[in-house]
C-alpha cells in the first residue's frame, strides 16, 4: 500500500499571502480553532473537530479536505478498494489479489491462483478452477457434493480374501486391501492399501468380482480381464505369471454376462448362457470332469445357465431350466445332493431335484439360494450358523433345506463362515459367525444363528460378503464396509495388522504366554488368567462365543500357573483352595475337554480334567495341539488327551480319549517338559533326550525320514537338549552347548539354515551361534528364538509382518527382531505372534484378522463409509 498525501493541503499551502489572512479568518470562525490551539504540524486542536495528518493535515471539520476515492483523483488500480484517511489515501487489493493497489510499473495488483497456491479450499478430489480474485470447486465425475466436499458414489462392489473392489458412478475402478500378488491392479508393489486405488486407468468398467488374491471385471464391451496371483492359471490369460495390471482373458470376447471368482478358480457366463471356467480344478471344481488346472476358458457341458457363483474349491449354479447344480469338493456336504462323495468333477443335480431356483452364492463350505418364492434355502456346513436356521444344528445340511419362512429374500452373498442377503424391500440381513463385526451387529460380535437386520435402513442396492468382512452399496451410490480390517480389506484407512512389536496394554506383570490361530492368553504375576482374540467356540473361558480385541479376565479366584491354547479349545493348571488342577474349555467334539465325555457343544468356561490316578499329584507342565493336550505332573509321567488319528497321544494307538490317557512307555517317571502344535508332539525328559510323536508328514518327528502316524515317542538324534518347541509341520531344538537346530518343513525357511532345502530329516544347525536359550514356534511356517543375553530372531514366512521386521519380507535365515528391550519368552501363532519382555510386557505383531494381537482397532461391527483416496 502507498501512501498519497491529500491534494486539498498541498493547494491551502501554496496560496499568497493575502489570501492566506481571509482563508485563516474564515478558518478560525467555522473551523472552531486557530492554529495556536492547533498544537501546530500534526497536533490535535482542542476545539477542532479532527486530528491531524502528523504532517499538517486539516482537521476532519477543514472544508479544503478531499476525499480523493469519492473525488477519482486517486492512482489505485481497478482491482483495489480505496479507503480515505485524515491524512492519506489508501489502495488495498481486493480479495484474491496481492500487490500494492497502485497504478504504475511494478505496482497494481495480480490476481491470486488459489488452485495454483493450495490456497483453496476444494475437496481433495475436486477440480480446482481459478477465476479472477477467486476460485470454482467442482466434483468430478463419480462423485457429488458441492466441490468443497465431494463423496465418491458407486455402482457395484466385490469382496475377496483381503481386498475388495468397486465400480463408481463414471465406471471407474477402485480396489484397496491386501496387495502383495498384484490383486489391486496399480501395476505397483505397495503391500497395503488402506485407502481405495484406482485399478488400470480405463473408465469403462460395469463389473468386477475380488476371488482368494485375484481380481477380475468386464468392461463396457463385455470383455474379461484378471490381474493378481496367477499360479493356478486363475487370471485365464494363458499362463501361470501374477499379472500387476489388468489383463485380457484368453479369447478376448465381447460376450461376457457375468464372472465370478472364487478361492482360486474363475467361472464366466457368456451372453447366450453359456458356461466357462478356468484356473485351481484340484477338487474338480471347474466341472469338466478332471482335477487339472486350466490356464484359460473352458465350456462346462453344453447346457445353458442363469445364474453361477464359485465358492472356496466348489461351484454352484442355476440353469435355463431352474434345476440347481454343484461340483467340486464336497467334505461338508456343500454340493447339497445327500452324498458323503469327497469331490465330484462334473454338475450334479442336488438332491431335491428342485425345478424353481432363481440364484445361488456359494461360501467356505456351505450354499444358500434363492427361489422363484423368494423363500431361502441352504446347505453345507453350519458349525457357525452359515444356514441361519435358528441354530448350529445339525453342524452339516446335507441337502437343500428351508430355513425360515420368509418369502421376500431377493439376493443372497455367502462369504466364508457368514453371508448377507437383500430382501424385496432393500433391508439387509446377515447370519453366520460375526466374531470379526462381519453380521453388522454392534456388540454381538458372535455366531448368529438367525438372519438380523444390519442397521434400519431400507435403501441398500446391493452387497458383497469377503472373507471376513463386508461391504454393501446404499440409495445415491454410498458404499460402506464393515468387519475385520486386517490388511486394509474394509478400505477406511487403516489396517489391524502390525508388522512391528506392538505393546498390548500397559501392564508390566506378565509371566507367562500362549497363542494358537488366532487367540492368545496370558498369565499376569498375580496368578490372574487373560484371554483374547477369536471366541466362537467359546474358547476364551469367559463364558461367550464374543470375540475380545484385548485381554479379558478368566476363572476368577484362581491361582492360574500355566496356560497351553488349542485351535479351539484351551486348557490351564491352575490352583484353587491347596488344589492344583488341569482345567480345559471350548471345543469339546473330540475330548478336548478331558472330562470323560465328548460332546459337540463348545463349553465355554473352565471346568477339571478327570486326572490318572493318584489324582492328587499336581501338574506342572502342559501343552496343546489343533485338537488334544498333553501335561506332565510333578511324579514325572506325562498324559494326553484328545483327538488322536496321527498317534498325537502317544499311547500307541491312533484312537482318540475323552480323558487323559499316559503315554509311552507308562512306566517313564522323568518326563520334564512337553510341546504340542498341530498334531504333533515332543516332550523332554530330565537326561536331556528328546522324544516326538504324531504327524510326521514333513519329518518333524525327527525320525530320519517321512511318514504316516508315529503313535510312540520316537527319540530325536542329537543332544542332549535343553529347550525345544515344536509347530504343525517342524521343529527345533537347543542343545546344552547353546548350538540352536531344525527340522521338518523348510519350504519357507523356517529350519533358519540359510537355504529352502525341504524337508530336514536330521536335526540341522543354524548357524554356528552358541548362545541360543530357547526356540518358539507355531503353527505356521515361522519361527522365533531368543537368545541368552535377551535379544530376539525370527525368520520363515514374514508375509504377514509376523517376524515383527518392520516390512512383510521373509528371510531362511535368523534376523533380529529391533526391540530396546532385552525378551524373556515369545509364542507363535499362524500368522501372528507376541512375546514377552524381560520387564514383563506383553507385545504382539502380524495379521490381526480374528483380533489376536489383543490391541488396537481390529474390527468395525457398525458400517461405515469407506474413506477416500489420499
Partial sequence: MRRAHRAGARAFGQLPGGAWLVLAALCAASCGGDEGSGGGAGGAGSGGAGAGTGEGGAGAGDPFAIDECTEGTHDCVEDAECTDTPAFYECTCRQGFEGDGHTGEGHGCTDVDECAMLLNDCDPMAVCTNTPGSFTCACPPGTEGDGHTCDATYLTVAAGQYHACAVRSDHTLWCWGHNTSGQIGTGTGDAVFVRPAMAGGASD????????????????????????????????????????????????????????????????????????????????????????????????????????????????????????????????????????????????????????????????????????????????????????????????????????????WHRIDAGEYAACALRADRTLWCW????????????????????????????????????????????????????????????????????????????????WLAVQLDDGCGIRGTGDLYCWGRNVYGHLGDGTTVARAAPTPIGAGKTWKRVAVGRTHTCGIAEEGGVNQVLCWGWDNNGEQGNGTAVTTPQPLPSPVVAPAPADVPWTEIAAGYNHTCAVRQNGTLACWGRNANGQLGD??????????????????????????????????????????????SGQVGTGATSAAVSTPSPVDGGPWATFDVSANHACAVATNGTLWCWGRNANGESGIGSNANPLLQPTQVGTD?????????????????????????????????????????????????????????????????????????????????????????????????????
Avoid at 658 to 672: E, F, I, R
Avoid at 681 to 697: K, M, P, S, V
Wanted: charge should be negative; proline fraction near 5%; hydrophobic fraction near 35%.
Fill in 205 to 408: 468398467w460395469v463389473a468386477v468380482t475380488a476371488g482368494g488374491s485375484f481380481t477380475c471385471a468386464l468392461n463396457e464391451a463385455h470383455r474379461a480381464f484378471c490381474w493378481g496371483t496367477n499360479s493356478l492359471g486363475q487370471l485365464g490369460d494363458g499362463t501361470t505369471t501374477n499379472r500387476p495390471n489388468p489383463t485380457t482373458v484368453v479369447g478376448d470376447v465381447s460376450d461376457w454376462a457375468t464372472i465370478e471368482a472364487g478361492s482360486g478358480h474363475v467361472c464366466g457366463l457368456r451372453a447366450g448362457g453359456e458356461l466357462y471356467c478356468w484356473g485351481y480344478n484340484n477338487r474338480g471344481q471347474l466341472g469338466d470332469g478332471n482335477t487339472t488346472n486350466l490356464t484359460q476358458p473352458t465350456q462346462v457341458g453344453t447346457d445353458l445357465w442363469i445364474s453361477i457363483s464359485a465358492g472356496n474349491e466348489f461351484t454352484c449354479g442355476v440353469r435355463a431350466d431352474h434345476t440347481l447344480w454343484c461340483w467340486g469338493l464336497n467334505t461338508s456336504r456343500q454340493l447339497g445332493d445327500n452324498t458323503n462323495a469327497g469331490t465330484k468333477p462334473s454338475p450334479t443335480q442336488e438332491a431335491t431335484l428342485a425345478t424353481d431356483w432363481a440364484s445361488v452364492s456359494t461360501g467356505g463350505g456351505y450354499a444358500c439360494g434363492v427361489k422363484v418364492d423368494g423363500t431361502r434355502w441352504c446347505w453345507g456346513a453350519n458349525t457357525l450358523a452359515q444356514a441361519g436356521n435358528g441354530a448350529q444344528l445339525p453342524t452339516t445340511l446335507t441337502q437343500p433345506q428351508a430355513v425360515d419362512a420368509e418369502t421376500t
Fill in 770 to 870: 552358541t548362545d541360543w536359550a530357547r526356540p518358539s514356534l507355531g503353527q505356521g511356517v515361522s519361527t522365533c528364538a531368543i537368545k541368552t543375553g535377551g535379544a530376539m530372531f525370527c525368520w520363515g514366512n514374514g508375509s504377514y509382518g509376523q517376524l515383527g521386521l518392520g516390512n512383510l519380507s521373509s528371510f531362511n535365515a535368523p534376523q533380529a527382531v529391533p526391540s530396546v528391550m532385552p525378551w524373556q519368552s515369545a509364542a507363535l501363532g499362524n500368522e501372528h505372534a507376541c512375546g514377552l519382555s524381560l520387564g514383563g510386557n506383553l507385545l504382539c505383531w502380524g495379521a490381526s484378522y480374528w483380533a489376536q494381537l489383543g490391541s488396537g482397532q481390529p474390527f468395525t461391527a457398525t458400517p461405515t463409509p469407506i474413506v477416500d483416496p489420499e
Fill in 432 to 511: 453366520g459367525e460375526g466374531t470379526m463385526g462381519q453380521t453388522g451387529q454392534p456388540g454381538n460380535e458372535g455366531v448368529l444363528a438367525t438372519p438380523a437386520q444390519v442397521g434400519t435402513g431400507a435403501d441398500w442396492l446391493t452387497l458383497a460378503s469377503g472373507l471376513r468382512f463386508a461391504c454393501g452399496v446404499q440409495e445415491g451410490g454410498h458404499l460402506s464396509c464393515w468387519g475385520s480390517a486386517s490388511r486394509g480389506a474394509t478400505g477406511l484407512g487403516f489396517a489391524s495388522d502390525r508388522t512391528t512389536p506392538t505393546a498390548v496394554g500397559t501392564a508390566n506383570d506378565w509371566t
Fill in 652 to 697: 500307541g494307538t491312533t484312537a482318540g480319549r475323552a480323558q487323559p490317557v499316559l503315554a509311552l512307555p507308562a512306566n517313564v517317571t522323568d518326563w520334564k517338559s512337553v510341546a504340542a502344535h498341530g498334531d504333533t508332539t515332543c516332550a523332554l525328559r530330565a537326561t536331556g533326550a528328546l522324544y516326538c510323536w504324531g504327524a510326521n508328514g
